[in-house]
């Protein structure tokens, strides 16, 4: 996943406003609030930034 850190550190959690980090070992961002806890995933190196598209933690 080709995710540059300033991007990564605008981006969040469309659901809760809380930040996004890459989720280790998958091109997906993770949501920080652990109450949240939706994943989202990266295509061609594009967040999908859709509550829809999410899968729970």
Same mark, same amino acid.
């Given at each position: 996943m080709?995710?540059d850190?300033?991007?990564?550190?605008? #981006?969040? *959690?469309? !659901?809760?406003?809380?930040? +996004?980090?890459p989720?280790?070992?998958? /091109?997906? #961002?993770? *949501?920080? !609030?652990?109450?949240c806890? +939706?994943?989202?995933?990266v295509?061609? /190196?594009?967040?999908?930034?859709?509550?829809?598209?999410?899968?729970k933690?």
């Amino acid at each position: 996943m080709k995710i540059d850190t300033w991007l990564l550190e605008i #981006l969040a *959690c469309p !659901n809760c406003r809380s930040a +996004l980090r890459p989720a280790d070992g998958a /091109d997906e #961002l993770e *949501c920080t !609030n652990a109450e949240c806890g +939706l994943i989202y995933p990266v295509r061609d /190196d594009i967040p999908v930034l859709l509550v829809d598209e999410a899968r729970k933690r």
